[in-house]
């Protein structure tokens, strides 16, 4: 006989009390929904601060980037000296 998984189940509305704010509030009391409200402003105002911060961060891997690679160019980089230049520079 199969048996039926009740993760899956579907809910059944009728029987199921609906608890809501106001039952909340009444049964915790307002300590709890100040609680509530004060982790909720904390989480927003946690991720208006880490948005400006990650668009920083951003601006600053793109410039060194730039500048690594600017740094780094063949052109910029200094060929090796061959052993007859550095003995013909300080005879001179």
Not at 33 to 51: E, N, S, Y
Not at 67 to 86: G, H, L, M, S, W
């Amino acid at each position: 006989m199969p048996t039926q998984n009740t993760a899956t189940a579907p809910i059944d509305h009728e029987t199921t009390p609906m608890v809501n704010l106001f039952d909340i509030l009444n049964s915790q009391g307002m300590p709890a929904m100040a609680r509530f409200a004060g982790t909720l402003l904390l989480f927003l105002a946690l991720h208006l601060i880490r948005a400006p911060l990650l668009l920083a961060v951003r601006v600053i891997e793109a410039s060194m980037r730039r500048v690594n690679t600017y740094a780094t160019a063949p052109e910029f980089i200094a060929a090796p000296v061959r052993q007859e230049d550095r003995v013909h520079a300080y005879a001179a």
